[in-house]
């Protein structure tokens, strides 16, 4: 690991938060598309694989 | 003799089918985030390894290498918004509005980390957290606007009456983004003027703007992923809503 210097403590911050609140960002949307799969298959939505609407 | 009277299906129509946009589009979803990943590994490799620090801010400089980004996908997501709202009320494009539900989340999240981040930088740089200038304040503005966008489309179970009270909201909120970008040079602030963007070219040394770059382009392709990821997702929900409807009125 590279010295980041006196401030490291807010650098470290900085980039841990992003990457926390990327992951939070990734998951909720692999989530929500998971669940709305999911109910698709239990409603037996035959147009699921193309993700037809309406 | 007869004539072909079937209207040509172009990109623009099929764009406008939900089913035909998730065919389209979702092959693009593996080689985006592969390309989205790859782009983070070269940007943490650069910013850390490979660029100095800076002359007066030191190590502290590494911050803006997600801190730039992030403040700047918090604009360029609500420019995505304001076109998909002109494609709601203007062209009435059915994945418009799919759309710009499907950026609001993503928005308020980029403006929640550009403010964390900035308020990170600004400790040891300005000595404080926050400061009530020109560019905080109006960033602050826009993350509101974004949490009420959020709210608003939640309000409505009709989505498509929804989309056009949300249309017209975000095109009136649009106004904020030029007051955002020049806000540091009508006030006085303690945020520094454009240095990347320039008439004259960069400021910067090329060891600090090589990570700024590309971590730019891997945040801007990880919302592009994402977009597309939450559109689909949104379609999926308006077919399970008509789904559900033709099964309560006993049609399934």
Known sequence: MIALGAHAEFIISAYAGVFLGLAALIGWTVLAARQTKRRLEELGDNQRSNGSAQ | ?252
């Open chain 2, 1 to 252: 003799m007869t004539i072909d009277t079937t209207p040509k299906m172009t990109w623009w129509n099929r764009l406008s089918h939900p089913g035909q946009f998730v065919a389209l589009t979702r092959p693009l979803i593996l080689p985006l985030a592969l390309l989205t990943g790859v782009l983070f590994a070269a940007g943490l490799w650069y910013g850390f390894f490979s660029s100095p620090p800076e002359k007066y801010m030191g190590d502290t400089v590494r911050i803006m290498y997600v801190h730039v980004p992030t403040a700047w996908l918090s604009q360029f997501v609500y420019a995505t918004m304001a076109v998909s709202a002109l494609g709601t009320l203007v062209w009435r494009h059915p994945m418009a509005d799919v759309s710009m539900k499907a950026a609001a989340p993503l928005g308020a999240a980029f403006t929640a980390m550009a403010l964390f981040t900035g308020s990170l930088w600004g400790r040891p740089t300005w000595g404080t957290f926050w400061e009530w200038d020109g560019r905080m304040t109006s960033t602050l503005v826009l993350l509101f606007i974004y949490l009420g966008i959020v709210a608003l489309w939640r309000a409505f179970d009709d989505q498509l009456r929804a989309a056009r009270v949300v249309a017209i909201f975000t095109l009136v909120g649009a106004v904020n983004i030029p007051i955002i970008k020049f806000s540091v040079d009508w006030w006085s602030t303690l945020h520094q003027p454009a240095s990347v963007f320039r008439a004259d070219g960069p400021t910067m040394p090329g060891e600090i703007l090589t990570p700024l770059f590309v971590m730019f382009f891997a945040f801007t392709f990880l919302f592009i992923t994402l977009q597309l990821a939450a559109m689909h997702t949104e379609v999926r929900r308006r077919r399970i809503t008509t789904l559900e409807r033709r099964a309560a009125r006993g049609e399934a």
